[in-house]
């Protein structure tokens, strides 16, 4: 599995965590009254068949124990799969590597290894369909997917987007358990954010995924695009603890819906290659429109339409109306029945910014559009200057018209 940490020089802090409000004698006077049916002398009751039933009190304490988390896990856990990656990686050999002048000449050589990987992921639907990050089986030449309980299966790739970082799998199972997805354009930060996943392999030795459970810390982070050439846009981040393994897992919330795909997280340096509170997950209606168009098309389709013909403006352009510099651009047309012309652009238009970034020249719009990896269906937030006052319209592209 190819392991992205984005490194900073964070410090890992270790603190105590008390329940406040909460004394031992309160506890223990609670699971008095819970307990208080349990009769001593009968721990198991026999049916007539021969079976053993947990007696009354017991139940009474297991459900005081369970709570949203406990109910959500149960939701969304036999929906989660290891997954296991036989893959092709490359690999120079150079013994100049650290030396320009003679690496110019003698470039080394390359070759190709296979090596083993592992990551997480979720199945979204009863016929088999998985959900990964697409790093998860980056050139695998083969994928097994290990369900609760140990079972395994070979999966095939669907089709992946290396741009977004997601993959869709699929196995030929049916009746399978499937994660409910949710809505991530409606998360609140500060509700509870539940990872579950396959960190370092553990997945292999409990046949159960592993849960670890923390807050949605913030949402929309755009990194943009990565030197990898991937592009992280409207990332969610959670102090939930995740790991290497994790990647492809799910995030979900207190109801059991899954509102993310666990992704990458920020290290403590090169000393800590582990989490330190700052992970983050690609949202889940991202997600959406990737594996819809994996479906549709194969891959993600990445045309889209505005409708706008723009121009560079020119020191009489930006005189005439009033402007102190010539940075923005101008309308020039807009198409009929376009998706500029249902946003209320009109010509004469100056587009000031996008998304906040500011417009100079007509360059600058394709390398936003390139940076956020924009796709139809994507809304723009456009800051236009318009008889003397800024107002912002927002702008969603649409699909090429046939």
């Given at each position: 599995m190819?392991?992205?940490?984005?490194?900073?020089?964070?410090?890992?802090?270790?603190?105590?965590?008390?329940?406040?409000?909460?004394?031992?004698?309160?506890?223990?006077?609670s699971?008095?009254?819970a307990s208080?049916?349990?009769?001593?002398?009968r721990?198991?009751?026999?049916?007539?068949?021969?079976?053993?039933?947990?007696p009354k009190?017991?139940a009474a304490?297991?459900?005081?124990?369970?709570?949203a988390?406990?109910?959500?896990?149960?939701?969304v856990?036999?929906?989660?799969?290891?997954?296991?990656?036989t893959?092709?990686r490359e690999?120079?050999?150079?013994p100049?590597?650290?030396?320009?002048f003679?690496?110019f000449?003698?470039?080394?050589?390359?070759?190709?290894?296979?090596?083993?990987?592992?990551g997480?992921?979720?199945?979204?639907?009863?016929?088999?369909?998985?959900?990964?990050n697409?790093?998860?089986i980056?050139?695998?030449?083969q994928?097994m997917?290990?369900?609760?309980a140990?079972?395994?299966?070979?999966a095939?790739l669907?089709?992946s987007?290396?741009?977004?970082?997601?993959?869709l799998?699929?196995?030929?199972e049916?009746d399978?358990p499937?994660?409910?997805l949710g809505?991530s354009?409606?998360?609140?930060?500060?509700e509870?954010?539940i990872?579950?996943?396959n960190?370092?392999?553990?997945?292999?030795?409990?046949?159960?995924?592993?849960v670890?459970?923390?807050?949605?810390?913030a949402?929309?982070?755009?990194f943009?695009r990565?030197?990898?050439d991937?592009?992280y846009?409207?990332?969610?981040?959670?102090?939930?603890?995740i790991?290497?393994?994790?990647?492809?897992?799910?995030?979900a919330?207190?109801?059991?819906?899954v509102i993310?795909?666990?992704?990458?997280?920020?290290?403590?340096g090169?000393?800590?290659q582990?989490?330190?509170?700052?992970?983050?997950a690609?949202?889940?209606?991202?997600?959406?429109?990737?594996?819809?168009?994996?479906?549709r098309?194969?891959?993600v389709n990445?045309?889209?339409?505005t409708g706008?013909?723009v121009?560079?403006?020119?020191y009489l352009?930006?005189?005439?109306f009033g402007?102190?510099?010539?940075?923005?651009?101008?309308v020039?047309?807009?198409?009929?029945?376009?998706?500029?012309?249902?946003a209320?652009?009109?010509v004469?238009?100056?587009?000031?910014?996008?998304?906040?970034?500011k417009?100079?020249k007509?360059?600058?719009?394709w390398?936003?559009?390139?940076?956020?990896?924009?796709?139809?269906?994507?809304?723009?937030?456009?800051?236009?200057?318009?008889?003397?006052?800024?107002?912002?319209?927002p702008?969603k592209l649409?699909?090429?018209?046939?």
């Amino acid at each position: 599995m190819r392991k992205y940490l984005l490194r900073t020089g964070a410090i890992l802090i270790l603190v105590s965590l008390t329940a406040a409000g909460c004394s031992a004698r309160d506890k223990t006077d609670s699971l008095k009254a819970a307990s208080s049916s349990v009769d001593s002398s009968r721990i198991f009751q026999k049916t007539a068949a021969g079976q053993a039933n947990e007696p009354k009190g017991t139940a009474a304490i297991r459900d005081v124990r369970q709570n949203a988390i406990t109910r959500a896990v149960q939701k969304v856990a036999p929906a989660v799969v290891g997954v296991n990656v036989t893959q092709i990686r490359e690999y120079v050999a150079n013994p100049f590597a650290n030396d320009p002048f003679f690496r110019f000449f003698f470039p080394g050589t390359r070759y190709r290894q296979k090596v083993k990987s592992l990551g997480s992921g979720f199945i979204i639907s009863p016929d088999g369909y998985i959900v990964t990050n697409e790093h998860v089986i980056h050139n695998a030449t083969q994928i097994m997917v290990t369900m609760v309980a140990g079972k395994n299966f070979p999966a095939k790739l669907i089709g992946s987007d290396y741009t977004t970082d997601i993959a869709l799998l699929k196995i030929g199972e049916k009746d399978l358990p499937y994660c409910q997805l949710g809505n991530s354009d409606d998360i609140i930060v500060g509700e509870w954010a539940i990872a579950l996943g396959n960190p370092f392999g553990l997945f292999e030795l409990s046949g159960h995924p592993s849960v670890t459970v923390g807050v949605v810390s913030a949402t929309g982070l755009n990194f943009g695009r990565q030197g990898s050439d991937r592009v992280y846009q409207n990332m969610l981040q959670t102090d939930a603890s995740i790991n290497p393994g994790n990647s492809g897992g799910p995030m979900a919330d207190a109801t059991g819906k899954v509102i993310g795909v666990n992704t990458f997280i920020f290290t403590g340096g090169n000393y800590s290659q582990g989490s330190i509170g700052l992970g983050f997950a690609i949202p889940i209606n991202r997600v959406k429109r990737v594996i819809a168009d994996i479906k549709r098309f194969g891959k993600v389709n990445r045309q889209f339409w505005t409708g706008l013909e723009v121009d560079n403006i020119n020191y009489l352009i930006a005189r005439y109306f009033g402007l102190s510099s010539t940075n923005g651009v101008i309308v020039t047309n807009v198409q009929k029945n376009s998706p500029a012309k249902r946003a209320g652009i009109l010509v004469g238009d100056i587009i000031l910014a996008i998304n906040g970034q500011k417009i100079r020249k007509t360059q600058d719009i394709w390398t936003i559009f390139t940076n956020m990896d924009a796709k139809a269906g994507d809304v723009l937030k456009l800051t236009i200057y318009r008889k003397g006052r800024k107002i912002k319209i927002p702008l969603k592209l649409a699909p090429i018209r046939r």
